[in-house]
């Protein structure tokens, strides 16, 4: 297996393209940060260390998924690197400003949509491209959000944006069903990433609360009670690329510890 | 993945059918303890040649579920912390003709049925302090409607079936165990009606059904056992869809 990890260089990317890897398929990472080749410097000696070997590879490359050229660019260098693509995902995602609409600055909205949405549809473009000239299917799993499937107060556009990509998904899951293709949705709820408590500390500073008190408020509505982690999202991409989920297409799975309940 | 469910204990109703079997064939190869229930008690005796211990059981009957859920607690040396409700009946009726008999008929084994198996699992975990898994097979027919074939017994069972998984994930959360609905389309089972007609099943195939085949019970069971595995440790009250993407149109 050939898989693309976008937004690689930390949080749930590095730990979905370390489980893609011990689950023996040649990663590259993307990330905007060029921390990225140091991620999949340390990836490809954790699993050369793991007794893999087997000529594994796993390469780190800096490249902004919302700029249409580097985009491209990245998954041509990706093709060069480890032959071909087979899967790709799509975790290349920020948060967006923590402010009401009537608050909001057009620049600010264009940016969330720019990464999570178009960086989403551009990434999945020359990533299907390649997968339907190999001829031998593929799979691609993008990020949504439980922020894609219910609203929040602040973050209009970042549900705008994931809703998009939900729905961005399942019709390109109908466009490629023909060539073997499978495109899924994983919607996670809130996770223990620095994206999220830096939403906190926000959200501490707005309300005089401190960042402790906002922990422990998500932790009591998240009936599994706690926040979840890479492996826990990593498990669902893993099953999601594989041939057990050889039927699912089109759909958004929802790991967000039974918060959403629809 | 071989050994991922090593050490657990699974308790699969229906499972003489095709998907409960099926279910039970996947979680032995991954290592799992497996308990059959079915009212067939010929096609548990058939089932018992995979290495999985068979029980009689009436699904609708709560003295039975009890009884049997305690009996395969003895059998797998503690009680069960996986369940696989897949214990269901299939009828084709117009609303206009269907009888008040028919639609408790049907309620009785896919919604009080999944009720009932997974009450008396999750009491049991619960008194013993332990986290599992339930996973609940509902259907599409759950989530759409379908004139051509109609059902409505069946598809409010199945949707019923989606409303009780939420609701035992939003209750037994606190005690650790995880509660998901697997929804399949048209998967190639005895249970299938859709290609009775061969030329009109093909057609339906071609332009219902994106990937443009019919799911098989394999297919179906390893997104079974992937919900019930840790794999899946942070999903709980999920619906997901096994169809072709037939839900995504």
Known sequence: MRAIVTGAARGLGAAIAERLARDGADVVLLDVSADVTATADRLAAGVAGAGGGRGQVAVGQAADVSDEIASAAAVDRAVDAIGGVDVLVNNAGIGGPDTDVTGTSLAEFRWVLDVNLTGTFLMCRAAATVMIGQGSGGAIVNMGSVFGQQGVAGGAGYCASKAGVALLTHSLALELAPYGIRANTIAPGNMATEMHWDELRSRAARSGTTFDEQVEM??????????????????VVAWLVSPDAGYVTGQTIGVNGGIWLG | MPGRMAGRRALVTGGAGAIGLACARRLLAEGAEVVLLDRNADALSAA???????????????????????????????????????????????????????????????????????????????????????????????????????????????????????????????????????????????????????????????TGVPQGRLGSAEEVAAAVVFLASDDASYLTGATVPVDGGVTAI
């Open chain 1, 218 to 235: 998500v932790k009591a509505s998240v009936p599994l009670g706690r926040h979840g982690t890479g492996g826990d999202i990593a498990g």
């Open chain 2, 48 to 206: 018992a040649g995979l290495g999985a211990a068979p029980v009689a059981c009436d699904i609708r009957d709560p003295g039975a579920v009890a009884a049997a859920v305690t009996r395969a607690a003895g059998l797998l040396d503690g009680p069960a912390d996986v369940l696989v409700n897949s214990a269901g009946v299939y009828r084709i009726a117009p609303l206009l003709d269907l009888t008040p008999d028919e639609w408790d008929d049907v309620l009785a084994v896919n919604l009080r049925g999944t009720f009932l198996a997974g009450r008396a699992m999750a009491a049991a975990l619960i008194a013993a302090g332990r986290p599992g898994a339930i996973v609940n097979i509902s259907s599409t027919a759950g989530l759409v409607a379908d004139a051509a074939e109609p059902s409505a017994h069946y598809n409010a069972s199945k949707a019923g079936v989606l409303a009780l998984t939420r609701q035992m994930a939003a209750e037994w959360a606190p005690h650790g165990i995880r509660a998901n609905a697997v929804c399949p389309g048209v998967i190639d089972t005895p249970m299938l009606r859709m290609m009775d007609d061969p030329a009109a099943g093909a057609a339906y195939l071609r």
